[in-house]
């Protein structure tokens, strides 16, 4: 079993900054891949970026330049830094992990970015 526990959300102006931050209750570095990703009201749920158990990272067209995820192997927590943000940008954001064959998933935290 793997827990995660997400934070750093809440409400911004667009343009402004959020960090959110995932902590895990293993070792990340042992984690296939590790990953944010976010669902607005009425919409599936979206994978915003992910970065894997050597570093490598991926993101969304839609956040690309403007967001970015890096982990903490000490800390065993992974960060989605968001810059110039947008109202589109609105959502709940949930991190997930996917080792041994099953994905996890934390609570998630709200996100919501006013114009």
């Known amino acids: 079993q793997v827990q995660l526990v997400e934070s750093g959300g809440g409400l911004v102006q667009a343009g402004g900054s959020l960090r959110l931050s995932c902590a895990a209750s293993?070792?990340?570095?042992?984690?296939?891949?590790m990953g944010w990703y976010r669902q607005a009201p009425g919409k599936q749920r979206e994978l915003v970026a992910l970065i894997t158990s050597v570093g490598s990272t991926n993101y969304a067209d839609s956040v690309k330049g403007r967001f970015t995820i890096s982990s903490d192997n000490v800390k065993n927590t992974v960060y989605l830094q968001m810059n110039s943000l947008k109202p589109e940008d609105t959502a709940a954001y949930y991190c997930?992990?996917?080792?041994?064959?099953?994905?996890?998933w934390g609570q998630g935290t709200q996100v919501t970015v006013s114009s």
């Open positions: 293993t070792r990340i570095f042992s984690v296939n891949y």
């Open positions: 997930g992990a996917s080792t041994q064959g099953r994905q996890y």
